[in-house]
């Protein structure tokens, strides 16, 4: 590596300037009070990462219903809900000339049955076993209601604005609402919200405006969406496409590419199925950001499976992408993009987890919760630690659901 391209600024469309070519994708670190408000856990851990050197922090889920939560520690945005603590939070995180993003999300029917009795989708179509048994079956969403989640969304967006984030990220991957909405598989109302891939992504589209009407056009708009769902009958990388340029037509700012579900969760890197030549330049989803990009010149962000600065330089080198999306990487080591920015040669520390039974590597959101857990070490002021045991994370899983299940921790409705 002669070139270390990672340490070039980016300018996007709408004017914003990001000081390198690394960004933080976003991981939900439940971190936030018992009455889902952030707090000084959450800026402490977004102060270790500002320091890090990141050129761009995205949060994890801010979801926009106190009702619809993805995890009991959300921190919510919603009209009549006043958290004080946000300027404290982006204070911390946009130290160095950071950016800190929200990421605006809803779980739709991905919210645990101890959280959502009744959750909400585009079409009353229940998850397949084994995700049955962690979510209820959901009802359909009225018009009404789409309407309203599109001005709250909009809503959250002002919110991040007027408390100094520098951006917002619409959550569109990972089977999450707007996910549910794209995919065929999840969505198959008959009305102007559902059958054609333009119908279905009428939703998406609606946010972005309501957005855009928010914040204006020098405020960075951006969207994490997945090349595919990976599953038969489900969101396809065509569909994928006609999306991305569509939203690029319409003024994104910065277009994420991930991939998956937690039906077919490749985004982790489990069932991820690309040729030795792509092996080799590390990213799961670098082959659809080529085709990508061809198409859109919007800056697109790729994340998943980046393990080495070289890998990453290739990437930036040839074009395929303009910010190298990282995540589990700085969960266990908070100054790896210090480390990469000044042309060292290190390597990310991460590497899949099992907890050595297959049944319940299965039925235990490892990968989330494993991650979650380093979260939770930095925000009180700890290192992480890469040596965690994956068995003591998974029972510790399972210990919490069921009491939070018995103490009938959930949303009120």
Request: aromatic letters at 8%.
């Amino acid at each position: 590596m002669t070139t270390n391209l990672l340490a070039n600024e980016l300018k996007l469309p709408c004017g914003a300037v990001i000081k390198n070519r690394i960004g933080k994708s976003a991981m939900s670190e439940n971190m936030g009070t018992r009455d889902r408000k952030s707090n000084e856990s959450l800026n402490k851990l977004y102060d270790r990462w500002a320091k890090g050197g990141t050129g761009l922090l995205i949060t994890g889920n801010v979801m926009i219903d106190h009702t619809a939560l993805g995890e009991p520690r959300n921190v919510v945005f919603e009209k009549g809900h006043i958290d004080e603590n946000l300027k404290l939070w982006t204070k911390a995180g946009t130290q160095n000339n950071t950016h800190l993003w929200t990421q605006i999300n809803h779980p739709g029917k991905q919210s645990p049955k101890y959280l959502s009795k009744t959750p909400v989708s585009p079409s009353a179509v229940a998850f397949k076993a084994p995700l049955s048994a962690m979510f209820n079956p959901p009802r359909a969403l009225t018009e009404a209601e789409i309407y309203n989640l599109i001005e709250r969304y909009a809503y959250a967006a002002k919110v991040s604005k007027d408390n100094g984030f520098t951006g917002v990220q619409i959550h569109g991957a990972h089977g999450y609402l707007v996910s549910q909405f794209l995919s065929p598989r999840h969505n198959i109302r008959t009305d102007q919200w559902g059958g054609t891939i333009e119908n279905r992504m009428r939703f998406v589209s609606e946010i972005y405006k309501a957005m855009r009407k928010e914040v204006g056009p020098q405020f960075p708009l951006s969207i994490k969406l997945n090349s595919a769902d990976f599953q038969k009958g489900g969101f396809t990388k065509e569909e994928s496409m006609t999306v991305v340029q569509y939203l690029s037509e319409q003024g994104m700012d910065l277009i994420e590419i991930s991939g998956g579900t937690y039906e077919a969760p490749v985004m982790t890197g489990k069932s991820v199925v690309v040729k030795d030549s792509t092996k080799l330049r590390e990213a799961y989803f670098l082959d659809y950001c080529e085709d990508v990009r061809k198409v859109v010149k919007t800056p697109i962000m790729l994340t998943g499976g980046f393990r080495t600065a070289d890998g990453m330089n290739e990437a930036l080198a040839t074009g395929s992408c303009d910010i190298i999306g990282l995540a589990r990487s700085l969960a266990v080591n908070p100054e790896f993009s210090n480390d990469l920015l000044k042309g060292k040669n290190v390597e990310s520390s991460v590497k899949p987890l099992t907890t050595g039974l297959k049944f319940l590597d299965n039925i235990v959101p490892l990968e989330i919760m494993w991650y979650t857990e380093q979260l939770k070490m930095i925000g009180r002021g700890e290192n992480p630690q890469p040596n965690m045991s994956a068995m003591k994370c998974a029972l510790g899983t399972i210990w919490n659901i069921g009491t939070q299940g018995f103490k009938k921790v959930r949303a009120k409705e």
